[in-house]
């Protein structure tokens, strides 16, 4: 697997604005932010899908992710600050951390509203995800 734009900044090959690191992610502010002070969370080690990372990752960068949060609530006067994951427009899994000043106003740009789907779709949709959980479980 070919480095990412990620693994470069992680490994200072390209710059990058540091807010946090440890021996298992970073945290860098994001280079194109929908809204001030957008960061992102990411492992050190190169894994394309989040739900691929080991246990112990996961939960790390979750944990990290909420230290971030909790931070740019308090430093930027956040309203409430979201969270996505994400891995599409990099392959490098990364949590991208918005601190939302205006709620209203700013949440349609990063998170645009769907359609409302039908009983009878959601209907189909529960059955099929209970269907694959119960093969998880098994």
Request: aromatic share 8%; with cysteine; proline share 4%.
């Amino acid at each position: 697997m070919a480095a990412s734009i990620f693994t470069k900044i992680i490994n200072r090959e390209i710059p990058g604005h540091f807010i946090y690191e440890d021996e298992h992610c970073v945290a860098i502010l994001d280079k194109f932010p929908a809204v001030k002070g957008q960061s992102l969370v990411i492992p050190k080690e190169h894994v394309d899908y989040a739900f691929d990372l080991d246990d112990d990752t996961y939960v790390h960068l979750f944990k990290t992710a909420k230290k971030i949060a909790k931070a740019s609530d308090s430093a930027l006067n956040a309203e409430r600050t979201c969270l996505v994951v994400e891995g599409f427009d990099v392959p490098h899994v990364h949590i991208k951390i918005y601190p939302m000043q205006d709620t209203q106003k700013a949440l349609g740009a990063i998170m645009p509203a769907g359609e409302e789907a039908s009983d009878a779709e959601l209907a189909i949709v529960a059955t099929q995800l209970i269907a694959a959980i119960d093969d998880l479980d098994d």
